[in-house]
């Protein structure tokens, strides 16, 4: 059975792309493990939700400020040297949380050093996007970004588990510890593969600021790319900020422990995977279309925090929410991959990073001075209202549904006639 996904020419008979696929795998576990044990070192530190979310934010924060950085440096050198660096320098930071003890550090050294996190994040995560067309033949690239995808979301499905677990026998500080290591060891396997040179490493480079500006050019002109980006801004400000900040705050202080939010994360990671899935098998012309349609879906998180009935109501919500995301990430990357040259993709991925995460830091840290002024309730009700809002808006803008530029569509059909 497993022979057919080794066989010559299939996805994993491609070395690079293998050791990349187990690397990411091993990575996420001890990513999706940070969130949960950040947020239990912040709740048990005294933090409330205005704290809780002003840490969450320095994260998101420095990839804001530096993912644009990272972008070009990641379109300068060899992608995986990028990423080495930025694994063991995010290892070197878990590192620190577990030999000074997060438990006995200040609330503000604590976000400095989630902050440096958020620097890591800036540079892997152009580099590990645009790092995958130089690892398989074009062909594949849909299964290979969906694969990528995959594993990232049953990682996002046990890390959280394996946090709590971790955290319940040996203590936030060793969990911290547990995560660093396991970000050493994906960096070992980033060491064997064999990126091919790609010549305009080689040759003279223009300047810093010319390449960030060509890389926005690009952007405005395919305005698929550009709505998409403006859409997940907003989006991720309100809606995505909001549960994730009173996730773990709400369902420690209804049901009274941390297992609701570990699972919690986990189903949605687990609805994600399954999503993912089923796109890569679900052949559509418009393939924008069923993303945003299912992107809608996410609105089911913060209804179910704004009426937290129950523990299993928070978790197959949570579950449902997650059968939101497996489409978009299953289409946008490799429609970007598609439509973009590959010598700017480590921009335009650091600029789709900063745009759909350049508000939210803003959005972490009203999060509790919002709830404060209008209540929990209303705060996310009026969340998903805005959510659904955007996600119709962005669909009237051309290419949209398509995620596909309608110059190069016009262009390709006319090409066509002229032939024929």
Not at 33 to 47: H, M, Q, S
Not at 270 to 295: C, D, N, R, Y
Not at 321 to 344: F, K, N
Request: one cysteine or more; proline letters at 5%; hydrophobic letters at 55%.
């Amino acid at each position: 059975m497993l022979k057919k996904y080794f066989a010559p020419g299939s996805l994993f008979s491609y070395k690079g792309y293998r050791n990349f696929f187990i690397s990411g795998a091993i990575f996420v576990l001890g990513a999706s493990a940070f969130p949960i044990a950040l947020a239990v070192t912040v709740l048990d530190n005294g933090g409330d939700a205005s704290a809780l979310g002003l840490i969450l934010a320095a994260r998101v924060a420095a990839g804001t400020l530096f993912m644009l950085v990272g972008g070009v440096w990641a379109d300068r050198l060899p992608r995986k040297w990028i990423m080495i660096g930025a694994d063991s320098f995010r290892a070197v930071i878990c590192l620190i949380l577990l030999f000074i003890s997060a438990n006995n550090l200040p609330l503000w050294a604590i976000g400095l050093l989630v902050f440096l996190m958020g620097l890591g994040d800036s540079f892997g995560a152009p580099a590990g996007s645009a790092i995958v067309p130089s690892l398989v033949p074009n062909e594949l690239l849909p299964a290979g970004n969906v694969a990528k995808g995959i594993v990232a979301k049953v990682g996002n499905i046990v890390g959280p588990g394996l946090g709590g677990l971790a955290i319940t026998v040996l203590g936030a500080d060793w969990t911290f510890g547990f995560i660093g290591v396991s970000f050493l060891i994906a960096t070992s396997l980033i060491f064997t593969i064999q990126e091919p040179p790609r010549q305009e490493i080689l040759e003279d480079k223009p300047t810093f600021l010319f390449e960030l500006r060509e890389g926005f050019k690009l952007v405005w002109e395919i305005k698929w790319i550009a709505a998409s980006i403006a859409m997940a801004s907003f989006q991720l400000m309100v809606i995505v900020a909001a549960e994730s900040v009173l996730l773990p705050v709400i369902t420690r202080r209804e049901f009274h422990t941390d297992s609701v939010f570990a699972l919690s994360a986990a189903m949605f990671s687990l609805g994600g995977a399954l999503s993912a899935i089923a796109a890569i098998k679900f052949q559509t012309k418009k393939p924008g279309l069923v993303a945003i349609s299912l992107w809608g879906v996410f609105a089911v998180a913060p209804l179910v925090l704004a009426f937290p009935i129950n523990e299993t109501f928070v978790v197959v919500g949570y579950f449902i929410a997650g059968l939101s995301i497996g489409g978009w990430e299953a289409y946008w990357v490799t429609a970007v991959q598609r439509e973009v040259p590959q010598d700017m993709q480590g921009r335009v991925f650091s600029i789709d990073m900063v745009g759909s995460g350049g508000l939210m830091p803003i959005g972490m840290a009203l999060v509790g001075p919002i709830v404060l002024l209008m209540g929990e309730r209303t705060f996310l009700l009026s969340a998903i209202v805005f959510h659904i809002l955007i996600c119709y808006l962005v669909l009237l803008v051309p290419g949209v549904k398509e995620m596909r530029d309608p110059r190069r569509t016009a262009s390709d059909s006319s090409s066509m006639g002229e032939q024929s």
